[in-house]
């Protein structure tokens, strides 16, 4: 079994949301005084490889706690997108390219190729996103869940989020940000998991998202 891990690293330094603080790392216990290591993480829910549910955006929608657990494990297909440009946009040839395969995914990833600039200013920059035909197809479909390899599911200047809202005002689906390392799979179906931590009304959580090849 191949495992690959698509999932950055949460450090105090790491990429966030602009206008988010980063995550701190307070040390709490050590082994000089307390003979162990203990450390007070705080951080937003969404931040790193996270997860969203439709409770991020609507009050009274699902939270990530109220999935069932089934709903972050399945199969995975990579919608190859890395010749885009910046600000380029994902439209229904990408998906049609891979025939059934992608009616047959539970979840589809766009691998924009834009976790490249993780760690530098352009990451925050006018990455491709998907259209509303898309959007619209997936919403239609019986999908799990979406991932990108990017911040957000809707271009970093369009702060009314209208994919978002579209994607959650009526669906039960996750959206997942901040992937990487999609790149290490080809055009066929992966098994591909993406616990959220378990947390009580959570509007959404970091993730390890990890897909696996037999």
Request: hydrophobic share 35%; aromatic share 14%.
């Amino acid at each position: 079994m191949k495992v690959i891990d698509l999932t950055h690293t949460i450090k105090p330094d790491m990429p966030v949301y602009p206008g988010t603080e980063p995550p701190a790392f307070v040390p709490a216990n050590s082994y000089e005084t307390e003979g162990f290591k203990e450390t007070e993480l705080r951080m937003f829910t969404h931040t790193g490889t996270h997860m969203d549910p439709p409770a991020h955006l609507f009050g009274g929608r699902t939270t990530l706690d109220a999935f069932p657990v089934d709903q972050f494990i399945g199969r995975a297909l990579v919608i190859d997108c890395r010749d885009l440009q910046e600000g380029g946009r994902i439209t229904m040839d990408r998906i049609e390219r891979y025939g059934k395969k992608a009616e047959k995914a539970d979840f589809l990833l766009f691998n924009t190729g834009w976790d490249r600039f993780w760690g530098d200013e352009r990451y925050f920059g006018d990455y491709p996103c998907i259209d509303f035909d898309v959007l619209d197809y997936i919403v239609s479909g019986n999908y799990k869940g979406i991932g990108f390899d990017t911040i957000g599911l809707d271009p970093i200047a369009e702060e009314e989020l209208p994919r978002h809202k579209r994607l959650f005002m009526e669906n039960e689906i996750v959206n997942i940000e901040n992937l990487t390392n999609l790149d290490r799979f080809g055009d066929g179906l992966f098994y591909f998991s993406c616990f959220p931590l378990k947390i009580e009304d959570a509007d959404g959580s970091p993730i390890r998202a990890v897909g696996w090849l037999e």
